[in-house]
């Protein structure tokens, strides 16, 4: 008996599977393949298929600066958006994705009626008690997670997802830092959000008088005589010019002990209310807790004046720091290691650095066809396992509802759940960080495309996230043999990048799997070449 | 000598055992003994230029290790014995964040009372008490002696407590003033980098991406099939380029999903999918599937624990990583670990340190507590259920805390720290803490030795009348050592591979410190 619980009953599947009827059999999946392959055992069992013998070319196919292009400005590709950037041609669908929508996003509606405390204060967090707005901390930062899911699936304004996703982690916020999930949710919706394709040097004043990282890197508390270090340190280290220029052959420093100490000093008072009021939880100012200075101090090579009892010094911090060319060449950088390549050459980040701080032609210069038309496919991008997750939901084209605590669990399990990196660095923007990860995805694709319960409907490994047979046999049909099953595996999951070997190992496996001995059952046959697509190397490339 | 025991994808293939653990109905599957073995049969010709051993015979690939070794090289180079049942294994504890050393092992007055510098900078301005309290007072740290039993200017946080008898008994050293010698820009990230690294990133000597064990394992031979794991969601940069090791979350519940019945075939098939992919990513493949096989054999986890872990995820980890080392010191378990790796999080105490008592508002003494209560028992364990294991621990941060107090009753980033070694009974020269007095006109002397923490102190740049540990001793002389003597490798090796660059033993200052035995 197969134990196959999808296998035991299928469903009633879908009308359009082209040649084969309305149901898919063992026979459906085993048309096309050659005779007598799939019983041969392992030895010799994988066959030559139409795609090639297993162990042909499996390196990385170079892929069009369409499809580049596309992966690049969203979080991953879907069949819609590429035809959308074929209809418009390149410039024209790079402009476009700048623009955003011109009305407000279908899915950004969707989103906010399924939690509209997304945009709640804190004193709102607080006073709302209600079934829909959760009272513990980790239950609300599980829905802000859920939103950056939904949106980053879902959303037709793909590059703010894009931002978001880069700004999360270079702004990065300890999501679970005791209490934090109010004010990370605040920060996320007001702060961030509405500047993450505007202005960059707005996004960084405004974050500076963030309470969720005030708070976060202790300034909340920072106090005369002795202040604390840490905010001023990472401000400068992390948030915004980097000790160091991106280009290497710089070996002057961007700043010294003495201006993260005249930062400490500066920010001394940048606090937060807790008086309970509708400013519960936001900035405000404590001049009780500053430290203050009778002479003009150094910063950066300029002098702050001294100014008792307002935000004014740490103001003229925030001023130097943000609007300097350090600055700009360090966001420069980081945009360009999250859009386009690891290792920018120095003339990318000059020319990035000259349209600091408007996001969107920043964006333009980093993602122009010459620069995209330039990689190779040793610089291609490889995912973040969350990124990996989007892309397979977008594909999928997931339901924004299926995507909640399962969904969560599993990027939490992989290592790379939104705003749980608990350093201020943010999650690594580099390959080799992530490679570890393969082995989680390959449990995520399993997980991903587990059979539902038949009792209880839900995907017993991923809660929540559940494909039917029919759903899936609908999303690879018409097909005609084994072949064209993985020829549309390919296009609806990858846009049609997967190598030779990868496409030919899918079609022997099904193959293999689908005739005695093993002679497992059609649907989780499918569900397996589903998850081994998503699987395969160019997958986790983009 | 530990017979090494096939447990690939082809031999777990093998394992009747094995497959039965795994699936439920095995009865109905195919019968695939023959064919694996005609698959993986050495001498047979390559009948098929499209299989997989053709593939790796042509490729070269057998022959480097990979998916090579992993399904081929081992059996047909019928590797002798790998390692004997005395195995070595290097755990590394790394405590990201910046640990205050301080509130582990702190300064008092030999022969009695407390060092006044050291309680005078750690009273905050908010009149807080940081330091440790001298022995005999109301939550007084525990007074250490030497080898010879002579009282020393050090004692044991009251949180540290569990770990005195494993000090006294010589298996545990000190050394206080470790440090980098670089990247004084006081940035967790680039002095992790730079320790992890050990070269000297964005200077004089470009990295090669590999990381100081990695370069070490890579020196060495082994033909295990897993040489090691980060345990963690990321491979540490310490073991970047190891052979054959990979980051493992958890070791106790590693497995690919899905339908067990499929399991076997769609791990053949992921391996055909990654075995002619680019690296690194076809290595991590590799080395992710040896380590399903390897991390999955039966005995490991239910190799016996008796001592008493913490109810933490740490203390967790210590209690499964003893079993994992029990079973590589096994001659019935195909698990020969060389390295591993674990990260504590969480020490960047820039607020409430509280470093003293349960009740003294932080979560320093928490933390310090869960570590050593959990190494007490890692330890205990060891002794008591394989007392021929063998293995050397070794526990670093990237820099120390400041010794001042600032106003949020925390200390920010520092200097000098403390690094811990331990190991078997007679392995370590314990029982002491070493240090290295700082000498006129800044140079760095050679004689163990201490004379308060003012004398080994030194202003913070740019904030006056706060202070830091000096670092004086560089943390290559430690960890030098360990690969020097654990993973036999030569002083020139380590100075041109593990450490470029680095002179070690070439002068005193740059000398192993004689922690091992």
Redesign the interface.
Known sequence: MNPSVSGAKPPPILANTGAFGSELTRRTLLKGVGTGAAALGFGALWPTTAYGAIGGPGGLVPRSNLLMLVNRVSQGYTASELARATTLGYSAYLNSVIAGPATTPRADTVVSSLQPFVSYTPWAYLLTGTPQMPVNPDDLLIAVQAATARLSVRSEHVLLERMMDMWSNRLSVYGRKAGNGALKNYSDYHIIRPHALGSVSRLLTNFARDTSVLYYLDNVGSSAPVPNENWAREFLELYTMGPNDPDPSVTEPNYVEADVQAAAKAFTGWTWDMAPSPNFGLFTYDSALQLTSSAPYAFLGSMITPASASTLEGEQVVGLTVNSSQTARGIAAKMIRHLLRYDPTPAQVTAAAALYPNTGLMVASILSQANISALTPAQYLFSSPSRFAYQALRALDADPSLLAQGLIDELRRMGNAPFEWPAPDGYPDEAEKWLGSVFGRWQFANNLFTAPDPVTGDNPNMPGVVFTDAQLLAMVSPFTTMASVVTNLDVLLTGGILSDNEKSVIEAYGAIAISPPYSYSPYQVLREMFALTISAPSFQYY | MKQHIESDLGSD?LDGASVASNS??EA???E?R???E??VEASAPI??????R??LVRSGLAALGGFGALNWSARASAAPAAVSSGQHTLVILYL??GCDGLSIVAPRLAGGGADVFYETQRL??NNVQLAIAAPGQPNGGSPLKDPAGVDIPWMLAPAAASALSMYDSGALAFIHGCGSPVL???????SQDYMEDGTQI?TSVASD?RGWAGRAMGLGVSSSLLRGF?W????QRTL?GAPKT??V?DPTN?????????EA??R???E???????E???S??AN?LA??AEINAAGIFTKPTTASYPNTPFGTQLMRLQQLIQASADPNIALNLETVMLDY??W?N??SLGAQSTTSGGGMFYRVQDVFTAIAAFHQDLQTHAPTANYTFVAMTEFGRRI?????D?V??GRGSLMWVFGPPGTVHGRNVYTMLPVAGGGQGTTPGWNGLQAHSEL????PN?YNVISNIDYRRVVGEIVQKRLMLTGSQISTSVFPNYPYGSAPQFAALDLLV
Request: charged fraction near 15%; include cysteine.
């Open positions: 293939l439920g109905s109905s599957q195919p695939t023959e064919a694996v005609e698959c009948a098929d230029p499209g299989s997989r053709s593939l990201r964040g905050s301005p004084q820009n006081g940035s967790h990230f680039f964005s991406g980060g963690g969601k990321f491979l970047f990979v980051a979350p590693y497995n690919l999903g899905g339908v067990s019945a499929s075939l769609r053949l098939a992921i055909y999918l990654y075995n002619v992919s680019d690194p990513l076809r991590t493949a992710s380590t399903l999080g969480d960047d820039h607020i001042t107090a600032n106003g949020d925390g920010d980033h913070q740049d740019g904030a706060s």
